[in-house]
Nanobody, 114 residues
Framework: QVQLVESGGGLVQSGGSLTLSCAHS????????VGWYRQAPGNERELVAR??????IYADSVKGRFTISRDNSKNTVYLQMNNLKPEDTGVYYC?????????WGQGTQVTVSS
């Protein structure tokens, strides 16, 4: 059974920092492309950052502020978020893609107050 469990969300003031973690189990983590997506109320889910086989990509809105990383020894992917803005508010979802199948975590809420 594949499980992705996010942690690290919360309430932070504008300009603050948070680090999200996502622990994976049930898949060969080292072979998976991994990423973070977010969904604000009334909006569609959007890509935040993703580590693929050949590159790492970021949404333009987070470039220079967010950093995605992975630790294959811990089956965990991280999202370091600095200089947070109110528009970063939303539910953040962890994603893993392996053999064209997408797996999702349950989401963690990030709220940035102005």
């Amino acid at each position: 059974q594949v499980q992705l469990v996010e942690s690290g969300g919360g309430l932070v003031q504008s300009g603050g920092s948070l680090t999200l973690s996502c622990a994976h189990s049930g898949i060969i983590f080292s072979l998976a492309a991994v990423g973070w997506y977010r969904q604000a109320p009334g909006n569609e889910r959007e890509l935040v950052a993703r580590i693929q086989i050949d590159r790492t990509i970021y949404a333009d809105s987070v470039k220079g502020r967010f950093t995605i990383s992975r630790d294959n020894s811990k089956n965990t992917v991280y999202l370091q978020m600095n200089n947070l803005k109110p528009e970063d508010t939303g539910v953040y979802y962890c994603n893993a893609r392996l053999a064209l199948i997408d797996y999702w975590g349950q989401g963690t809420q990030v709220t940035v107050s102005s």
